[in-house]
């Protein structure tokens, strides 16, 4: 078993239209792949069905499994589990993945205080790892930073650490 099997995944809007029709695929540990295709082919709501995101109204039939949880038809409960865990998107424009009243640094450590339960120094160690991780220089401006206040670049490493 993969760490991703993807069996047969068609995506249908509320009243019917196929978007993504009978996409099979599977990644396992350590691979990486890559969806190519033409502007609108559904490569997004591909990846937003394998973290059970797909827009209100939007339904994913077929199979996604994910590190050993059946995604289709899965509860929000156990979705919560695996996002963040198993998988987590970068999304592709890191100005409106990013909070943009909310230092960087207090964005990084949501998510470690809340998956690993991190506080105080022990955090605040951690989001310094999280940005030398991803390559960034200076880790403690860029903690104190506001997005807009560092280039497109950082921005784009910021998301990635997150
Ligand atoms: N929220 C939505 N509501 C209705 N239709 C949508 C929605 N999001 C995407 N679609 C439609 O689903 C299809 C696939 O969109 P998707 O965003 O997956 O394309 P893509 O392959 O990622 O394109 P691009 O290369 O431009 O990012 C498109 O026809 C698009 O119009
Ligand atoms: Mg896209």
Redesign the pocket.
């Known amino acids: 078993m993969s760490l991703l099997d993807v069996r047969d995944l068609t995506?249908r809007?509320s009243d019917g239209r196929e978007?993504?029709s009978g996409l099979s695929f599977s990644v396992d540990r350590g691979e990486r792949l890559g969806?190519i295709?033409?502007?609108?082919?559904?490569?997004?709501?591909?990846?937003?069905a394998v973290l059970g995101l797909l827009?209100d109204?939007?339904t994913a039939t077929g199979s996604v499994e994910l590190d050993g949880t059946q995604i289709v038809g899965a509860s929000e409960k156990r979705l919560v589990g695996v996002r963040g865990s198993a998988a987590a998107i970068v999304f592709?424009e890191p100005l409106t993945a990013l909070d943009p009243l909310m230092r960087v640094g207090r964005q990084l450590a949501e998510p470690l205080r809340r998956r690993r339960g991190l506080k105080g120094d022990a955090l605040h160690k951690a989001v310094a790892e999280a940005l030398e991780q991803v390559r960034l220089p200076e880790p403690g401006r860029i903690a104190r930073a506001f997005p807009h206040e560092i280039s497109g670049g950082q921005r784009q490493r910021v998301a990635l650490a997150m």
């Open positions: 995506i809007t978007l993504v969806l295709g033409e502007s609108g082919s559904g490569k997004s709501l591909t990846t937003l827009p109204g939007m592709q």
